[in-house]
């Protein structure tokens, strides 16, 4: 609460306050505090912040753009607030999502705080206990499902780009029915991406190449391993479809790519004899055999090399299950991925237990460090978004791209990696220190800006800002700093 009264009074200190004290910030304004945050939203609710779009504002959307008082808006984060983290559908208090989110933008990655706008659709809730309170914010009525959610979203998305040509829109915590299909239908027209499952995805990517760096094998061995994925919907399938395209873009068909693959939902492994249940994307992924075998079935039977976790179950992977894994495989990767942190599942402490230090950890939530009883200390680190999203969005916004494409993701999620020393990944880290984050990020923007340069997408770059992409993106990353009200001014006679 105090930190968000310094937010609302003055914003150049709270942003100072974030750059400087990120790794004791960051769980504070994002994972695992904003889940609580956005459960008692309106209990805490102080001020307005962002914008809300609903049901009874169709028609007027391209005129209630213009209400927003800032013309150079360059980031918009967006949510319907169905699936806030693993909490479910919280409705109009998702808004606690959308501004952690440009918090992270700002000091993260160096976006001006008055180019930045958090937005929800407020299409209603199916959350019983939300109906039934007086104190909650939202519209009050069943959501909206069918045609008329979808031409809310085109009326939202048509009236932003309106007003901001060039504003990039991250889609956040939609539901998995509808994530999917609505990042399908504008990722090739609008500048735009999906955080949950394409930012999942690149940030688990960068989390496994620095995996494989610790076994002392090579990012082309990516093909080699044997996934296991636990979650199905569109973290899970969002996290299989970026690793199966690294393995593409590394050279594999993508047949074979399809093998390393085994993704399980509640009723067990995904196989070709559910495909009349399944979504396009889930399809991909069915295997022809072996359709419902449980976790411990298919560490037993396939020996997996690693295990992400995105099911937001707390305690899924058991003991058991690890060390079935472990017997087979010298290092495991292990990454329980779900937040907040009861939905992780397991803790740091549980998966260095269970394989005896050998496995690779990161985590969606953060965890303290591991002391085992042998005096072995292991430092969990966190594999979290912040580390893709905030480069990407400068990259993007800086060079004028129009699209965020598929290699994109995959160059960030490759800068990312490279930035994890040697000694950080023999103390257990595969992600790298928070303190560095603002330099990870231009890495990522820096990366970005080439891959747009290569596609002939860097509208916006002039011939001697490519000369030193580096310096250009520094000299446009966001500094919180006072500007002096009254110039100084030397006069010589």
């Keep these: 609460t105090i930190l968000e009264d310094v937010h609302d009074r003055n914003e150049t200190l709270y942003h100072r306050i974030l750059i400087d004290h990120m790794e004791e910030m960051a769980p504070v304004i994002y994972t695992p505090t904003v889940g609580q945050a956005c459960n008692e939203f309106a209990m805490r609710y102080r001020r307005p912040r962002g914008m809300y779009f609903c049901e009874e504002d169709r028609g007027h959307m391209a005129a209630m753009v213009y209400n927003w008082p800032q013309d150079d808006v360059r980031v918009i984060v967006v949510t319907d607030g169905s699936r806030i983290l693993g909490l479910g559908d919280l409705g109009a208090n998702g808004m606690g999502i959308p501004i952690g989110k440009l918090s992270l933008y700002c000091a993260a990655g160096g976006i001006a705080p008055h180019r930045v706008m958090p937005v929800v659709l407020d299409v209603g809730t199916d959350n019983e206990a939300l109906l039934n309170d007086k104190f909650y914010l939202g519209v009050q009525k069943p959501r909206l499902h069918g045609a008329s959610y979808y031409h809310l979203v085109d009326e939202f998305l048509q009236a932003v780009r309106h007003r901001w040509p060039d504003v990039l829109v991250q889609f956040e915590d939609f539901s998995s029915d509808k994530a999917q299909t609505i990042l399908n239908k504008y990722r090739d027209e609008f ?41 199905a919907g569109s973290a899970g399938i969002g996290v299989a479809q970026v690793l199966l395209e690294a393995m593409i873009e590394q050279g594999r068909s993508e047949e074979e790519a399809k093998k390393c693959f085994f993704v399980a939902d509640e009723k067990g492994l995904l196989g070709t004899d559910r495909l009349s249940e399944l979504s396009h994307e889930q399809a991909l992924f069915a295997r022809d055999t072996d359709g419902g075998l449980s976790l411990v079935e298919i560490a037993k039977k396939y020996k997996p090399t690693m295990i992400l976790g995105m099911t937001a179950v707390g305690g899924l992977f058991t003991e058991g299950l690890i060390k079935e894994m472990a017997k087979h495989c010298e290092r495991p990767i292990i990454f329980p991925l779900s937040n907040p942190t009861t939905k992780a599942e397991c803790s740091a402490k549980q998966a260095f237990e269970w394989t005896d230090g050998k496995c690779i950890f990161a985590s969606g939530s953060p965890f303290d460090p591991v002391e085992m009883e042998d005096g072995r200390t292991f430092y969990p680190t966190q594999c979290n978004n912040m580390f893709v ?105």
């Design 191 to 231: 500048l735009c991406f999906n955080d949950d499952i394409q930012g999942t995805g690149a940030t688990t990517l960068a989390g496994i190449l620095g995996g494989l760096r610790a076994r002392g094998e090579t990012p082309e061995s990516l093909g080699d391993q044997r996934i296991l994925i636990a979650g």
């Design 389 to 493: 999203f905030p480069g990407l969005g400068l990259g993007v916004t800086l060079c004028g791209a129009k699209t965020v494409s598929d290699r994109m993701l995959y160059v960030a999620a490759e800068a990312l990696a490279n930035y994890v020393t040697e000694d950080e990944l023999a103390q257990g880290k595969v992600f790298p220190s928070l303190k560095t984050i603002r330099d990870v990020s231009k890495k990522v923007a820096v990366a970005v800006i080439k891959e747009a340069i290569r596609t002939g997408q860097a509208s916006r770059l002039t011939e001697k800002d490519r000369e030193d992409l580096d310096g250009f993106v520094s000299k446009k990353m966001y500094d919180p700093v006072y500007v002096p009200l009254i110039e100084k001014r030397i006069i010589k006679i």
